[in-house]
């Protein structure tokens, strides 16, 4: 069984800073692409932030160059940081990873989701 759990989240104010952090845990073999979605009060679900297993990056249009993704293969974990959010950025953020477990199969697990909320 595979778990994914979400911390960091509450509020903070336009201008501050955040860090989310997400960390699988179960019979993993191994964890390819990372991602971090939100889904905003009667919006669909997007993606903010995506990252490979060696680093690569891609991010929604509304996040560059205000919100980082990274991630710490050795302890399975995903981060978000939240660097100048935006009152648009309040929803609630999931993580989702691409997990290989036993008998050698992918799938794609998601967290229970963090709720942010950026006030003014």
């Known amino acids: 069984q595979v778990q994914l759990v979400e911390s960091g989240g509450g509020l903070v104010q336009p201008g501050g800073s955040l860090r989310l952090s997400c960390a699988a845990s179960?019979?993993?073999?191994?964890?390819?692409?990372m991602e971090w979605y939100r889904q905003a009060p009667g919006k669909q679900r997007e993606l903010v932030a995506g990252?490979?297993?060696?680093?690569?990056?891609n991010y929604a249009d509304s996040v560059k160059g205000r919100f980082t993704i990274s991630r710490d293969n050795a302890k399975n974990t995903v981060y978000l940081q939240m660097n100048n959010p935006k009152p648009a950025d309040t929803a609630v953020y999931y993580c989702?990873?691409?997990?290989?477990?036993?008998?050698?199969?992918?799938?794609?697990?998601w967290g229970q989701g963090t709720q942010i909320t950026v006030y003014s």
């Open positions: 990252i490979t297993r060696g680093g690569s990056t």
């Open positions: 989702n990873a691409r997990i290989l477990t036993m008998p050698l199969r992918w799938d794609n697990y």
């Open positions: 179960g019979s993993i073999l191994r964890i390819n692409d």
